[in-house]
């Protein structure tokens, strides 16, 4: 598809790409992201940090047409037009849902491999708010 557009003002509040830390179940060792305050499946409340690969693919997928975003995509709806959000399983197990960035709707199918990353979006009263960006992985 065609060139990125520049949005200035999308890319003011885009923070610094985070790392994928998740939390794993000391008891059962499902691993939770974002970190949740007990596991979602026995309900322990101890966790051990790990770093998550990033690496997942699409779960399952909804393309997008501007004016229904929630805030945390509008900038680029807007820039784009069309765009999809997905729901993807990410290689350790959990599931987020998240944008899709980089690939036409149209290319986009259910065990498509993505790559992701997360970025600090805004910051409103003291709450950070996260976006999470996946795209096609290179394999
Ligand atoms: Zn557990």
Do not use: W
């Not at 350790?92 to 944008?99: D, K, L, S, V, Y």
């Not at 149209?106 to 990353?117: K, L, N, R």
């Amino acid at each position: 598809m065609g060139a990125h557009i520049s949005i200035p003002m999308y890319e003011r509040t885009v923070g610094q790409r985070l790392a994928f830390e998740g939390e794993r179940c000391t008891e059962c060792g499902t691993v939770a992201f974002p970190p949740k305050a007990a596991c979602p499946d026995c309900r322990n409340d101890e966790f051990e940090t790990v770093d998550l690969s990033g690496g997942g693919k699409i779960y399952s997928y909804t393309v997008l047409s501007p004016g229904g975003a929630p805030p945390e995509f509008a900038g680029q709806a807007r820039a784009e037009g069309r765009y999809v959000v997905a729901v993807v399983e990410l290689a350790e197990g959990p599931r987020i849902t998240a944008q899709v960035t980089d690939v036409d709707p149209d290319e986009v199918e259910i065990g498509m491999p993505v790559s992701g990353e997360i970025r600090r979006i805004y910051e409103e009263e003291g709450v950070v708010r996260y976006g999470f960006k996946f795209a096609p992985a290179d394999d």
